[in-house]
C-alpha cells in the first residue's frame, strides 16, 4: 500500500510549460544505433532499421542532424529524401587520417548527389574539445569540403571553442555550437538553464555578428547522476526542450535537439545519462509527449503489479517452506513422544 501510494504520488501528470507548436521539433539529431549495435564495436543498424526511424521521425521533425556519412550511414539521404525529411550532413573526424578522408569523400559526395535534401554540411565533431586534432589539422579538411561543395559548411563544438578558436570561425560558412547546461561547469537547475542557453548565444553573436548560429547540441537526460543543481529526470526532459523551443521561437535562434534516440552504447562513455538524451528510448517508445502533461513514470502501475505479484510470490513461497518446515518438526516431535 505505501509503495502503491508513493508511485502514485512521484508519477502524477505534471505541467512541462507550454506545448511544442504542432508537436514538431525543427531538427532532431540522429544515430540509428540500437540496443547491442555500437560505432565501439562496429555493429552497425540495418538499412531496415534505419527507414523505420525515419519513417517515424518525418512526423516529429523536419530536419535530421547526422554525424557520419559512412558505416551504413550512405543510405541516408535516399531514405530522408523519401519521407520528406532534410538533412544537415555531417563527416566523423578523429585521428584517423585515412578514416578522416574517407568520411569526407563520402560527405562530398552524398551533398553534391542530394542538395535538395542536404542543406548544410558539417565536417568535424568536438574533435577539438577531444583534442583528437590541432585546429590546423581540422581546417585542412573543412577547406576540402568547402571547395567541392555548395552547402554552407561548419564545424561542432561547445560554444566556448569557438571563443577559443577564431581561425576555425572565421573559415566555417555558419557557426554550429553545443550549448548543454547539464555538462557545464556549472551545472544548473532545469528554471535556470533557458537563461543561459541565451546567454552564451549572445555571446557567440557579439564576437561574431556576421554569420548565422545554429544551436547544434541542446538536451537534457532523462536519466543518470545528478550534477550540482541539474538533475536528470522524464520530466525535466520534457521542460527543457519545450523551453528550448519555446526561446527558439522568440528570439529566432535556429536549433537541433540531441537527440531523437536513446544510445545505449554511450554509457560505455558517459555512464547511465550518456545513454538517456533521446526523446525516444532505444526501443523507439516515446519518453515523453511534446504536448500536454507529462508523467515521470508511465508505466508505473505495471511494474507495481510485478512488483507486487513478486513479492506475493516470494511471501508465498516462504510460507510454503515455514509450513513444510513446522510440519517436519512436529512430526519428529511426535515420533519422539511416542
Given at each position: 500500500t505505501v509503495?502503491?501510494?508513493?508511485?502514485?504520488?512521484?508519477?502524477?501528470?505534471?505541467?512541462?510549460?507550454?506545448?511544442?507548436?504542432?508537436?514538431?521539433?525543427?531538427?532532431?539529431s540522429f544515430a540509428p544505433f540500437r540496443e547491442g549495435q555500437s560505432p565501439l564495436t562496429k555493429v552497425y543498424p540495418t538499412t531496415e532499421q534505419i527507414d523505420e526511424d525515419l519513417r517515424l521521425l518525418a512526423d516529429q521533425t523536419h530536419t535530421i542532424?547526422?554525424?557520419?556519412?559512412?558505416?551504413?550511414?550512405?543510405?541516408?539521404?535516399?531514405?530522408?529524401?523519401?519521407?520528406?525529411l532534410k538533412m544537415i550532413q555531417g563527416a566523423w573526424i578523429g585521428i584517423d587520417p585515412k578514416g578522416n578522408q574517407a568520411e569526407v569523400d563520402q560527405l562530398i559526395k552524398s551533398a553534391?548527389?542530394?542538395?535538395?535534401?542536404?542543406?548544410?554540411?558539417?565536417?568535424?565533431?568536438?574533435?577539438?574539445?577531444?583534442?583528437?586534432?590541432?585546429?590546423?589539422?581540422?581546417?585542412?579538411?573543412?577547406?576540402?569540403?568547402?571547395?567541392?561543395?555548395?552547402?554552407?559548411?561548419?564545424?561542432?563544438?561547445?560554444?566556448s571553442f569557438y571563443m577559443r578558436y577564431p581561425e576555425i570561425a572565421k573559415e566555417v560558412d555558419y557557426f554550429t555550437v553545443h550549448i548543454l547546461p547539464y555538462w557545464e561547469d556549472e551545472p544548473l537547475k532545469i528554471e535556470e538553464t533557458a537563461a543561459r542557453i541565451e546567454e552564451n548565444y549572445w555571446k557567440i553573436r557579439k564576437s561574431y555578428p556576421g554569420k548565422p548560429i545554429l544551436i547544434g547540441e541542446s538536451g537534457w537526460p532523462s536519466a543518470g547522476r545528478q550534477r550540482g543543481g541539474a538533475v536528470p529526470s522524464v520530466v525535466n526532459e520534457?521542460?527543457?526542450?519545450?523551453?528550448?523551443?519555446?526561446?527558439?521561437?522568440?528570439?529566432?535562434?535556429?536549433?537541433?535537439?540531441?537527440?531523437?534516440?536513446?544510445?545505449?552504447?554511450?554509457?560505455?562513455?558517459?555512464?547511465?545519462?550518456?545513454?538517456?538524451?533521446?526523446?525516444?528510448?532505444?526501443?523507439?517508445?516515446?519518453?515523453?509527449?511534446?504536448?500536454?502533461?507529462?508523467?515521470?513514470?508511465?508505466?508505473?502501475?505495471k511494474r507495481l503489479l510485478d512488483?507486487?505479484?513478486?513479492?506475493?510470490?516470494?511471501?508465498?513461497?516462504?510460507?510454503?517452506?515455514?509450513?513444510?518446515?513446522?510440519?517436519?518438526?512436529?512430526?519428529i516431535f511426535l515420533g519422539f513422544t511416542q
Open positions: 509503495n502503491g501510494l508513493c508511485s502514485w504520488l512521484n508519477n502524477l501528470p505534471q505541467d512541462a510549460g507550454p506545448d511544442v507548436p504542432n508537436g514538431k521539433i525543427s531538427s532532431f542532424r547526422t554525424y557520419a556519412s559512412l558505416d551504413g550511414m550512405e543510405g541516408v539521404p535516399a531514405l530522408a529524401r523519401q519521407y520528406g553534391n548527389e542530394y542538395p535538395d535534401v542536404i542543406k548544410r554540411v558539417i565536417v568535424g565533431n568536438e574533435v577539438l574539445l577531444r583534442g583528437e586534432l590541432e585546429p590546423e589539422q581540422l581546417l585542412h579538411y573543412i577547406r576540402q569540403v568547402k571547395r567541392a561543395v555548395k552547402q554552407p559548411v561548419s564545424y561542432a563544438d561547445v560554444w520534457a521542460k527543457f526542450v519545450r523551453a528550448l523551443v519555446q526561446l527558439s521561437n522568440k528570439n529566432g535562434f535556429d536549433y537541433n535537439v540531441v537527440e531523437a534516440f536513446n544510445q545505449p552504447w554511450k554509457s560505455q562513455l558517459e555512464g547511465v545519462v550518456g545513454a538517456n538524451w533521446g526523446v525516444y528510448s532505444a526501443d523507439r517508445e516515446r519518453i515523453f509527449p511534446l504536448t500536454g502533461n507529462v508523467t515521470e513514470n508511465s508505466l508505473w502501475p512488483t507486487s505479484l513478486l513479492t506475493l510470490l516470494i511471501i508465498s513461497l516462504q510460507a510454503k517452506k515455514a509450513l513444510q518446515l513446522s510440519s517436519l518438526r512436529l512430526g
